[in-house]
């Protein structure tokens, strides 16, 4: 009957080890944009601070997945997919009220401020968000920027579909100002060979955190165990490492 008893003991362990630690990352379709320096691809290969975040969080997995398997999309149809799609993951999302039950989330990846980008010449001041009105607005489609500026209740806001056409509006004088994150838009502006002194933020319209979203119907326990990751990673320096390499 102790050799029984012993032995059904030993099976459940067994399968609560398993469970506790099974391979979660395999059955999603993990999705990100070009949004440096978190997430990009230059000369033909993905990389990114988020990018080797989500590599790192595959190998403590035990998922087969590679980097290979991260799928760089428009923002809008990534946004629409995380959505509509279970087992979905997008990055990095800022995280926001408007969004917060939209998703769940794992986090944060960095700290994140999204600003009304303005060329200098201009000597544009923003005192209040009543005053953006005043001024012809760009914005990426379904990006906070754009989700921000509908909230402060901003009309005909210049959407286009990625950072290049919303620089190009700036430069042209097509549009006064762009809403978007301001480390990734000046990553991108010294990118296109811009004299970053000619450019300055003139009004944040958030100050939150950029984290991985996912589909709202992925279980609890899914995002606890990927979320353990990311807290080990911290723990045991592989995310300073990460961030050093992007960010010194």
């Known amino acids: ?35 440096p320096p978190y997430n990009f ?32 999309l428009p ?7 995380v959505q509509d799609k279970p087992n979905t993951i997008l990055f990095a999302m800022t995280r926001s009220a408007e969004r917060e039950k939209m998703f769940k ?18 000597k544009i001041s923003i005192k209040s968000k009543e005053d953006i009105a005043k001024y012809h607005v760009g914005a990426i489609r379904e990006d906070i920027g754009h989700q921000l500026l509908e909230k402060a209740g901003v009309k005909n806001v210049d959407l286009s579909a990625d950072m290049i056409s919303n620089i190009k509006k700036l430069e042209a004088d ?15 502006l010294k990118t296109q060979g811009k004299n970053l002194a000619d450019y300055e933020s003139v009004y944040t319209l958030l100050s939150s955190d950029l984290y991985f979203a996912f589909h709202k ?7 606890s165990q990927i979320q353990k990751y990311l807290n080990d990673m911290k723990k045991d320096g592989t995310y300073q490492k990460i961030m050093d390499k992007y960010l010194k």
Do not use: C
């Not at 506790?20 to 999603?28: E, H, P, Q, S």
């Not at 230059?42 to 991260?70: C, H, P, W, Y």
């Not at 923002?75 to 997919?81: F, L, T």
């Not at 097509?174 to 991108?188: F, K, P, S, T």
């Open 217 to 223: 119907s992925t279980p609890d326990a899914t995002i």
């Open 75 to 81: 923002w809008a149809r990534g946004y629409k997919d």
């Open 105 to 122: 989330w794992v986090g944060p990846i960095s700290p994140t401020k999204i600003v009304l980008h303005a060329k200098k010449s201009k």
């Open 41 to 72: 691809e230059q000369n033909g290969l993905l990389k990114g601070i988020a990018t080797d975040i989500m590599v790192e969080m595959f190998k403590r997995d035990g998922s087969k997945k590679t980097i290979k398997d991260i799928q760089l």
């Open 174 to 188: 097509r549009i006064d100002l762009w809403a978007y994150e301001e480390n990734v838009a000046r990553w991108e």
């Open 1 to 35: 009957m102790k050799k029984k008893t012993w032995f059904v003991l030993s099976v459940l362990g067994v399968l609560l080890f398993t469970t506790l630690n099974a391979v979660v990352l395999d059955n999603f379709v993990i999705m990100t944009e070009q949004y």
